[in-house]
């Protein structure tokens, strides 16, 4: 199941509309609508308001739809990259 129906299902079962969600997000219910279709991909922004509004674990979402992000790496991993990259 692709992200856009995933998001579709969570809209649909807190019972709103594309419109309401559409004006917390601030775009055109036609942009909603081309999100949930799979015609477009919300921005990171707009996926992390979905996620407030849905109650969804956004990271666990795109987990499920084979988008993996791995966590950052402690500052000491940057400080020794960046030590041997200066010698």
Known sequence: MEL???LKRAREF???SQHEV???LGIDQKTL???????TQPSVIQLA???????LDVLKLLSENGI???PLPP???YR???KNFNS
């Open 75 to 77: 500052p000491e991993i």
């Open 22 to 24: 559409a004006e917390l």
């Open 14 to 16: 807190k019972r709103m």
């Open 4 to 6: 856009g129906h995933h």
């Open 68 to 70: 993996h992000l791995s």
């Open 80 to 82: 020794k990259l960046k």
């Open 33 to 39: 609508s081309n999100m949930e279709s799979g015609k």
């Open 49 to 55: 308001k979905m996620g407030e509004i849905y109650g």
